[in-house]
Structure formats: structure tokens, C-alpha cells
């Protein structure tokens, strides 16, 4: 079973920056593609950012320019750089690994708060 493990949240003031690491116990090249989710109090999980096995990246609009998702092999492990942070990223952030062969698996992370404040 793959084990996805999110770390690197906490509480930060508007304008700064932090980056979330989702460490895989796979070899995270096998992956089709690999997704940060978020979801804010009272609202629905919504796609953050994704990169695919080809190195196709794509953003949510609302954090276009901001964010930067990024992945590291030889660590198998997937990053989201976070700037100019707004209260409104606030929210948990969930790392997923989807994998197609035949069908479509998918792994979740347990998420990690990320918290935007003064």
C-alpha cells in the first residue's frame, strides 16, 4: 500500500511563503499524476496545482503566478512552493498520487494545515 505523508504546514502572516513536502514510499515516477488538493472550512476540496508523469504542470487560477508545484526523484517526493500567501489559501492541504494501469488507483495524504494570519 502507498503511503503518502504531507509535512510542512503552519501558521504564516499574509505576503509570506512556505513549501509543503509529500513524501511517497513508491517511486513517485510510476505515478501518473500527483495533485495538491486544499480544503478551507465549509468549502469543498478543490485542486491546487498538478504535475504529471510527461512534467505537465497546471494551477488552480487563484494561485497562478504564486505557487509552483515541483518533484524530486531521487527523493520521491513532491513539493508546493507557496508565496505571497493570502488568508484566503488557508485551508488543509492534501497531497494524491493517482497511478493508471488498466485502472485507476488512487492515494491520499492525511493533509497538513497551512494557516495564513497576522
Known amino acids: 500500500q502507498v503511503q503518502l505523508v504531507e509535512s510542512g504546514g503552519g501558521l504564516v502572516q499574509p505576503g509570506g511563503s512556505l513549501r509543503l513536502s509529500c513524501a511517497a514510499s513508491?517511486?513517485?515516477?510510476?505515478?501518473?499524476?500527483m495533485i495538491w488538493y486544499r480544503q478551507a472550512p465549509g468549502k469543498q476540496r478543490e485542486l491546487v496545482a498538478s504535475t504529471t508523469s510527461d512534467g505537465v504542470r497546471s494551477y488552480a487560477d487563484s494561485v497562478k503566478g504564486r505557487f509552483t508545484v515541483s518533484t524530486d526523484n531521487a527523493k520521491n517526493t513532491m513539493y508546493l512552493q507557496m508565496n505571497n500567501l493570502d488568508p484566503e489559501d488557508t485551508a488543509v492541504y492534501y497531497c494524491?498520487?493517482?497511478?493508471?494501469?488498466?485502472?485507476?488507483?488512487?492515494?491520499w495524504g492525511q493533509g497538513t494545515q497551512v494557516t495564513v494570519s497576522s
Open positions: 494524491n498520487a493517482k497511478k493508471w494501469a488498466l485502472s485507476w488507483s488512487s492515494y
Open positions: 513508491a517511486t513517485i515516477s510510476s505515478f501518473t499524476v
